[in-house]
């Protein structure tokens, strides 16, 4: 079974409407799928067209790498939330304070010794809230 992935990309974000257009490269990584985002600054405001662009690099390579970024939670939380809805994740104690929707993963461990985000999160392929 296969199903078309219709996020809210179509509606233009107020804060993104206005926004200039980025100069940034989609590269295909070495790699059965994926491809890396360069040039793009997730904290700038991303307009439609820009956002479109993303979009179907992310339906066509279906894992889209974008690094060096330096966003707050609120920019990274905005930029997620155009590919629709966002989901709590149920392992509550590793929530970014005051981002729910944002899940530390870390194997970094506090002074105390408590893992400061969950530090198991991709050792083997799993589903989160598939059930959902």
């Known amino acids: 079974m296969s199903a078309l992935l219709e996020p809210h990309f179509t509606q233009d974000w107020p804060a993104s409407s206005s926004a200039p257009s980025q100069s940034f490269e989609v590269r295909r990584l070495p790699a059965p799928f994926g491809a890396e985002v360069l040039g793009l600054d997730l904290a700038a405001p991303l307009n439609a067209g820009d956002f479109a662009r993303i979009l179907h690099a992310h339906l066509t390579h279906h894992v889209l790498v974008f690094r060096d970024q330096r966003i707050?939670?609120?920019?990274?939380?905005?930029?997620?939330?155009?590919?629709?809805p966002l989901q709590i994740h149920v392992q509550r104690q590793f929530q970014l304070v005051g981002h729910p929707e944002i899940l530390q993963v870390s194997n970094i461990r506090d002074a105390q010794g408590q893992a400061e985000g969950l530090g198991d999160a991709g050792q083997m392929w799993h589903s989160d809230l598939s059930y959902k």
């Open 72 to 84: 707050a939670p609120e920019d990274q939380v905005r930029f997620s939330e155009r590919f629709g």
